[in-house]
């Protein structure tokens, strides 16, 4: 009963500190706390995009989706999500949550674009995103180093500048 505790005691301790929580199946694969990343355990060749949204005073009450697009620098589609689909991949389907959540994407390390479709609502239904367009309304090109993450940004402005690299 005290490893128990021990163990329980240790997992909470490196969920707050937000590190992964990973080991190895009796197969050896790896194993990941949800939420969590698995590592790239030698950083080769790929890098992490987090995305999230913008700040904002309130909550869209009305609501919004977002369509979300990664692709390599070839041009190969490398993943596409709505926000609505992620988040509730997350279990947490509070209205902060959409607001709050952070996507994380792992990705070939170099030039991947990243576009968004962001849909807003002014109290009818929301009209997806269209993810099979040739291109989006915002792209931007972020460089991914191996090993490393980027930091994107969505604004609800539906600019062509809606997505960018975060400082």
Excluded: Y
Excluded at 24 to 41: H, L, M, N, Q, R
Excluded at 78 to 83: D, E, F, G, P, Q
Excluded at 105 to 112: E, H, I, L, M, N
Excluded at 113 to 135: C, F, K, Y
């Amino acid at each position: 009963m005290r490893n128990r505790t021990a163990l329980r005691a240790l997992t909470t301790a490196v969920l707050v500190a937000g590190l992964p929580l990973t080991g190895c199946g009796d197969d050896g694969s790896p194993i990941t706390a949800p939420g969590f990343p698995v590592p790239d355990a030698a950083g080769d060749g790929q890098g992490t995009i987090r995305v999230h949204l913008e700040e904002t005073e309130g909550i869209f009450v009305e609501g919004f989706e977002i369509g979300l697009r990664f692709e390599g620098a070839d041009g190969t589609e490398l993943k596409r999500v709505l926000w609505s689909d992620f988040v509730a991949s997350t279990g947490d389907q509070s209205m902060e949550a959409f607001h709050d959540s952070v996507l994380e994407q792992v990705v070939p390390a170099g030039t991947v674009t990243v576009g968004a479709d962001v849909r807003m609502s002014i109290g009818g239904p929301i009209e997806p995103p269209d993810l099979d367009a040739e291109s989006l309304p915002c792209e931007t090109e972020v460089p991914v180093p191996a090993g490393g993450t980027v930091e994107v940004e969505v604004s609800f402005s539906g600019e062509a500048d809606c997505v960018t690299v975060a400082e």
